[in-house]
Every structure is written in C-alpha cells, then in structure tokens.
C-alpha cells in the first residue's frame, strides 16, 4: 500500500485531484474499515454474552426461611453527555453576508476576480482545481452565463471550454459572435465534486459574486445556458423547454437586464436533435441584438 509520504507534493496533488474528479468528498477514515464484520462482532459478543448468563431460578424452602441480603446500592451514574453537534460542512448565513461584502467592495471586475479568488467561505472551493472567472470583454455589453464549469473548464482555467466549448463557439459565429468579443461566465465559480448540483446554501455564497459581474459588465443582453442557470434567475421549476426561447426582464442589484434561455452546448452534445430548438433561440438573441444593440 502506498503511503502519502512516499509521494512527491505533485504526484500527491494529482491524486487528490483524481479523487475529486472521481466524486468522493471527504475521506472519512485514514485506513479501510469493514462496518460488516464489525457488526456481525458485536452481534457474535452479544449472543455469547446472553449464553453464559446465568439463570435465575425459583427459591427452595430453604431460602425463603433465610433473610434476603440485599447489595448495597451503588451510586447512580452520572447522565451521559450530550454527543458534540457537529460542524455544518457548509458555511452558514454569515458566510453568504461575508460573500456580499467581499462582492460589493469590488469596484472593477478585475477586482472583483481578485476578491473571488481570495474567498474561501464555500466548501466547493475546497475541491476544485480552478476559481473560474468571466473571459472575454464587457465591451460588447453582451453576456453569456452557464451553470457552474465542467470538468474541462476546471482544468482549463476558463469558462466553456472542451467539446462544450468548441460546440458553443460554432453557435456563436452562426449568429456573427465571437467570445473574445463578449463576455463569458458561469453562475457558480467553483466545479461541484463529481458534478453534482450545488446546494442551496452553495448556491446563495455564490450568488453575490455573478450578480456583482452583470453590474459591473453592465450588459444589454444576457443569454442563459442550461436548465440551472434559467431557474436561477428566473425562478420556478420548469424546465429549460419551459423557459427557454422568451425574452423576460430579470432585475440585478436595481437594474432590469433583458435575458433569453436556451439549452447548453453539453445538453445538445447529449441530445443533438435539440438543435433546431437552439438555432431558434438563437436567431431571437441575433435578431435583438441586431435591433438594440447594434441598431
């Protein structure tokens, strides 16, 4: 068995990266334990224990005529301790304050990265290789947010990268856009172990931070990808095929931004007879560009 200490900090870096990659959280135990054949100890202790027991049987004449000696009394127990609470694995309501605070000191997005980098309050951080930040410039006032970044961009350092990537680059130039000229991001900066979704309070820690990007981005138009990331600003449970294809208003920190949905890159790798519904979505989003950005 390969101990920790026979690895290199690189060789050990890599492995820990694997793990995560791989989906385990946390390790729990320093050695394996079997929990079975602990229980079936316990168990075997148990019935041995209850076999050597002796019985107590009916007294003869003889012992009733004998006083009964009792045993002295033995001092009560005292009651046991209450098990420690443990530590919520997530951080709490002021950690989601301490996220809003490191968020609004941003004065620049430039800042902000720094402020995001530097952040340690979300334990998604803990696991991801990457703090994956927007690419791209605001200068287009055109936005593009995903759900949170792949296993591609967490090695990549940057938003829509590999297969998913390549795919949504093709989308963009078929309506005259390139990434270099708008401004790519994702809602959650930090990849989940082994993709899960984020959780809840994951979600609020992160909140501040992709709301202070479209504030300071300041875009006309934003495009959501992905089923995720269009519940997350428009709220409900549907679904992507729900929500996408409508041009709705969502408000920012006070601003009212114009946002279509449609289906991310990776769900049309998956299903690509989804498409043609894209394509539509697509053509909305170059349509109003057209009209009150560049028009």
């Not at 990549?156 to 990268?161: K, L, N, S």
């Amino acid at each position: 068995m390969i101990s920790a200490s026979d690895l290199t900090p690189a060789e050990l870096a890599a492995l820990l990266h694997f793990h995560a990659d791989a989906g385990v959280d946390w390790l729990l135990e320093e050695q394996p334990v079997d929990r079975f054949a602990e229980f079936e100890a316990m168990r075997t202790a148990r019935q041995g224990a209850r076999a050597v027991q002796p019985r107590t049987e009916a007294p003869g004449p003889a012992s009733r005529a004998q006083p009964e000696r009792r045993p002295a009394a033995k001092p009560a127990a005292p009651p046991a301790a209450a098990p420690p609470r443990a530590t919520p694995a997530i951080p709490d309501e002021q950690v989601v304050e301490q996220a809003r605070f490191a968020a609004e000191s941003a004065r620049s997005l430039s800042e902000l990265k720094t402020a995001l980098e530097a952040f340690n309050g979300c334990n998604l951080k803990n696991s991801a290789r990457s703090t994956i930040f927007a690419s791209g410039t605001p200068e287009g006032r055109i936005m593009v947010i995903g759900p949170m970044p792949s296993a591609d961009d967490d090695r990549e350092g940057a938003p829509f990268a590999g297969r998913a990537g390549q795919l949504l680059d093709r989308m963009l130039a078929a309506i005259d856009l390139q990434r270099d000229a708008i401004l790519l991001t994702n809602v959650i900066p930090w990849r989940p172990p082994g993709n899960r979704a984020p959780s809840p309070p994951e979600i609020e820690i992160c909140r501040p931070f992709i709301e202070r990007q479209i504030a300071l981005a300041e875009p006309k138009a934003l495009l959501l990808l992905g089923n995720f990331t269009a519940r997350h600003f428009f709220g409900g449970g549907e679904t992507i095929h729900g929500l996408r294809g409508q041009w709705r208003e969502i408000s920012i920190l006070g601003r009212s931004i114009p946002a279509i949905a449609s289906l991310h890159p990776q769900e049309l790798l998956t299903a690509p007879i989804n498409k043609r519904l894209a394509w539509s979505d697509l053509l909305a989003f170059k349509n109003y560009i057209a009209a009150e950005i560049l028009g």
